[in-house]
């Protein structure tokens, strides 16, 4: 592989298990850029959430946030892609949601909002590092257009039911997609994280099989089975590993550092 452009995921794969960067994780991206090798982050993150992260890995690329529904340029801040949910589908969703008494995660204009504060919101901010908006009923609240919407349901059998009734009634007009097992994440029709990675791969007239991209989550099936060479990490859910090419290992092991290393012979001392 002549790999031109590398693609990396947030949680689960560029971060260790307290969704933290390891000093060695940004020497050997920093390496790979350094080989003139474009690297790019594609999260379901807010951007706000992801800035820090992409501030230390010193990425200058476009960043691919909340599952590919925005892109940013960092080196001015300016959206170069938004594809938001339509405000009625929105609407509809959240009036089903409010009325199961589910938990709802509204993201507009990079702000999180939620009726109210609780165990969902608390281990979302401890993960995220962003304070969410709590504007009582979503349904009242809701006037614009979301980037995404968010579920948080940990009861399996109640996950079911919620992912059915969004296919039964809105499978027209929403994607899908899970970065946590207790995550139903909403985004617009045909939105992934592969849609502005294709794009920006045209721009950069770089092909497909020279880019590599990694991930661990379903929201990064479509990035991985469209990448010349995919890589789930050994920590990747079941079906990601079934479409991926090969295997980084764990997360929380340096995977991506380790595989970068072992790759591209990177002069780098990940002994501990």
């Known amino acids: 592989m002549n790999v031109k ?4 995921d947030l949680d689960g794969t ?9 000093e060695k994780t940004i020497a050997a991206v920093k390496m790979i850029r350094e080989k003139g090798i474009r690297t790019l982050v594609a999260t379901g993150r807010m951007y706000c959430s992801a800035k820090p992260h992409t ?15 925005l892109v940013v340029d960092p080196k001015n801040q300016q959206q170069i892609f938004h594809a938001p949910i339509p405000l009625e589908i929105a609407k509809k969703i959240t009036k089903m949601v409010v009325e199961n008494d589910y938990h709802l995660q509204l993201y507009i204009d990079d702000q999180l909002y939620v009726a ?22 979503l349904d009242q609240f809701l006037s614009a257009e ?28 929403i994607e899908l997609s899970s970065s946590y097992p207790s995550f139903i994440e909403i985004t617009k029709k045909d939105m992934s994280k592969a849609v502005p990675i294709k794009k920006l791969a045209a721009d950069f007239k770089i092909k497909q099989q020279d880019i590599m991209i990694f991930g661990d989550g379903l929201n990064d099936l479509t990035m991985i089975e469209w990448a010349g060479q995919g890589i789930a990490m050994q920590n990747a859910h079941p079906e990601l590993q079934e479409h991926a090419d090969d295997t980084a290992p764990n997360h929380d092991d340096l995977g991506i550092a380790r595989y970068l290393k072992k790759y591209f012979k990177l002069d780098l001392d990940l002994e501990i």
Do not use: C, W
Request: net charge negative.
């Open 14 to 22: 560029l971060l260790d298990a307290e969704h933290q960067l390891q």
């Open 55 to 69: 501030d230390k890995l010193e990425i200058v690329d476009p960043i691919i946030t909340y599952n590919g529904a």
């Open 116 to 137: 109210e504060e609780n165990e969902f919101t608390d281990r979302y901010e401890e993960i995220s590092g962003i304070k969410a908006n709590a504007v009582g009923n």
């Open 146 to 173: 979301p980037t995404k919407m968010l579920i948080i349901e940990e009861d399996k059998t109640k996950q079911v039911e919620i992912n059915n009734f969004l296919k039964n009634n809105f499978a027209d007009e």
């Open 5 to 8: 452009m590398i693609v990396f």
